[in-house]
């Protein structure tokens, strides 16, 4: 599908350097070049290892020649491509982090990347990749540090917040010279942390959810430089399924409505969402379970998505769209499917910002804000993802929750959003039941 074939571009390209505040200007991408090395899946995965739930990448990048990459060497680091592998030098500037990055803004993703453990290190130094980057100054940075400790820790372009502490784990293999796969999984306000497949810590945080940058970054501990090398970098795109691989938060589902027999029908093959559009710019209905199975009744103009038939009390227009990279397709031939236009997008909700020391709801997806706590309400427009305003309640049930919107539209000043799509600041906010 075409998403696919975006990220399997999108990996060997040019990439741009930044040093925490520096600026550096973003070089033009190239095409990637013919011929992508077929990955091979091991059977010797761990049980829960994303690499063997997820199957082959939709992009990797071997580092098997440097036409595609940036090379840079200035004060704080070196990067270089030599014999297969990403070279990325810290030179001592002591307890900064310098980054490279690659150009695509990837929003929900498992990557991957095989790093080479330095030969000679600080216990304390630092490397990794850095990823859902709104630019070149911030980001999250998930790396290793050369005793065998994990951690996250997010940038903003001023301070650094901890998210997970430094810690150790046996699965990570210690010492010069040794290889260890370090794995991230982003969803939503979701971050799964994970090395040679083992999930080493979860963290929650809704400071970045938009599509960013990735890449990799150093930082030295002290005024002695070191080497980190990596021998691949692997990228799956979750872009419209609802949960990363070894989640413990799975979605709430709902079942697509029976087919007509002999109807053409899609299968989904992982929690996938049913939209109202075809594009995650669009709100969710539900979200499909895994071997769900719906009617189609039409298809996007470029073929990436299917309509699929669904209930009126759900939706008048009785139909929804599903991503096709996430289901398979049967008895194609036997009813022409259509080709439909796309609906209008959805206008914005009008929302006050948020008040400090006052909790906070921040879309995860674009969501519906409606005038009370049920899809039947109707609806005042759509928070888009990283959209924020005042939370100010919930339901009975905690599964909507009420935020502030303008006057404008609610003379209470009040709507609703659907609480899986939402991320509340801080997470141990008490919500008091307000009836809609």
Not at 65 to 90: K, P, R
Not at 346 to 365: E, K, M, N, V, W
Not at 417 to 434: C, E, F, K, S
Request: overall charge negative; some cysteine.
């Amino acid at each position: 599908m075409k998403t696919k074939l975006l990220i399997l571009g999108m990996i060997l390209v040019l990439l741009l350097a930044a040093c925490q505040a520096d600026d550096t200007a973003t070089p033009e991408p190239t095409a990637p070049p013919e011929g992508q090395p077929t990955p091979t899946v091991s059977p010797d995965f761990p049980e829960g290892d994303p690499r063997q739930i997820l199957g082959a990448p939709d992009g990797l990048d071997t580092f098997d020649n440097a036409s595609h990459w940036t090379l840079f060497n200035n004060e704080c680091f070196q990067s270089d491509i030599s014999g297969g592998q990403m070279v990325m030098t810290a030179k001592g500037m002591q307890g900064i982090s310098c980054w490279t990055f690659s150009w695509p803004l990837l929003h929900n993703f498992y990557i991957e990347t095989e790093v080479v453990m330095p030969d000679a290190c600080q216990p304390d130094d630092r490397f990794g990749v850095i990823f859902r980057a709104p630019d070149n100054h911030r980001g999250y940075l998930y790396g290793l540090s050369c005793d065998g400790k994990y951690s996250l820790h997010l940038y903003d372009g001023t301070n650094t917040t901890v998210l997970v502490a430094s810690a150790i784990n046996p699965a990570i293999n210690v010492g010069a010279g040794q290889t260890n796969r370090l794995g991230v999984a982003a969803f939503g306000n979701e971050y799964l942390l994970y090395v040679n497949g083992v999930r080493l810590a979860t963290a929650f945080d809704s400071t970045y959810l938009n599509p960013g940058k990735i890449g990799y970054f150093v930082n030295a501990s002290t005024t002695e430089p070191f080497t980190s090398k990596y021998n691949e970098l692997a990228v799956w795109n979750l872009d419209d399924k609802y949960h990363p691989p070894d989640s413990e938060t799975p979605p709430p589902t709902t079942p697509m409505p029976p087919p007509t027999e002999g109807a053409p029908t899609v299968t989904t093959t992982t929690y996938v969402n049913i939209r109202s559009g075809p594009s995650t710019l669009y709100p969710v209905y539900f979200t499909a379970p895994p071997g769900g199975t719906g009617e189609v009744v039409g298809q996007s103009q470029d073929g990436q998505w299917w309509a699929v038939k669904l209930p009126a009390e759900i939706t008048p227009t009785e139909q929804g769209w599903v991503s096709g990279d996430y289901t398979v397709l049967s008895n194609p031939n036997n009813v022409p499917i259509p080709v439909l236009p796309a609906p209008p997008v959805p206008p914005p909700a009008p929302l006050p910002p948020p008040q400090p020391g006052t909790p906070i709801a921040t879309a995860t997806d674009a969501v519906n804000v409606r005038s009370g706590p049920g899809s039947q309400y109707d609806s005042y427009g759509v928070a888009t993802i990283g959209q924020s305003a005042p939370a100010i309640g919930q339901n009975q049930d905690g599964s909507w929750i009420a935020i502030a919107v303008s006057t404008t539209v609610a003379p209470d000043g009040v709507g609703w959003v659907v609480a899986y799509a939402v991320a509340i600041t801080p997470a141990d906010a008490q919500l008091p039941v307000l009836t809609p």
